[in-house]
């Protein structure tokens, strides 16, 4: 009975709630269903859904890395961790991201996807300017602000996990 109930207010959540959840099944992010946080602005370590700019959102869509979804551009949404906020000074060396000269785990930037294809990188060393952020995924070969850059921090929205699972295979 419980759990009948809980799949009936899971499946009204995802009918209901397509701009409110978030759903993950990439291996960028624990697998699960994560809830948009609109209310509360994003801090550094938050969680944040973002669409991927403009021609990265094409590239992303041409090479299959990003599904049909919400964005502008027509693409799914991207789940990342916001590490790096106006004033953090980032750099990007081959062994990964530094953000205040602190490097970021599974941050190494890869020249080529897995299908052998070169990754344009546009990483803006320097100051994090005014309004923007720098999000990355917690895999290695996640799609992030490694090849974009930072994004505006009004085009991410915090979100908080729901029902996740820890498997990032």
């Not at 397509?18 to 759903?23: G, S, T």
């Not at 953000?99 to 930037?109: E, G, H, I, K």
């Not at 060393?125 to 990355?136: D, K, S, V, Y």
């Not at 070969?141 to 974009?148: I, Q, S, T």
């Amino acid at each position: 009975m419980i759990r009948a109930a809980m799949a009936i207010l899971l499946a009204c959540l995802l009918v209901a709630g397509a701009r409110v959840l978030r759903v993950n099944n990439t291996a960028s992010m624990p697998r699960g269903i994560y809830i948009l946080d609109p209310l509360h602005e994003p801090a550094r370590g938050d969680l944040v859904s973002l669409c991927a700019p403009g021609a990265w959102a094409a590239l992303a869509r041409e090479r299959g890395y990003l599904g049909e979804g919400l964005c502008p551009e027509g693409t799914k949404p991207l789940l990342k961790r916001l590490v790096g906020i106006p004033g953090d000074v980032v750099a990007m060396r081959p062994e990964g991201v530094l953000v205040n000269a602190m490097a970021r785990p599974r941050s190494a930037p890869h020249g080529h996807d897995r299908n052998g294809r070169p990754i344009p990188a546009h990483f803006p060393n320097g100051t994090i300017p005014f309004g923007f952020g720098l999000a990355l995924s917690e895999h290695p070969d996640g799609f992030d602000a490694r090849y974009f850059g930072w994004v505006p921090l009004d085009a991410m929205t915090r979100v908080v996990p729901l029902l996740t699972f820890n498997s990032m295979e």
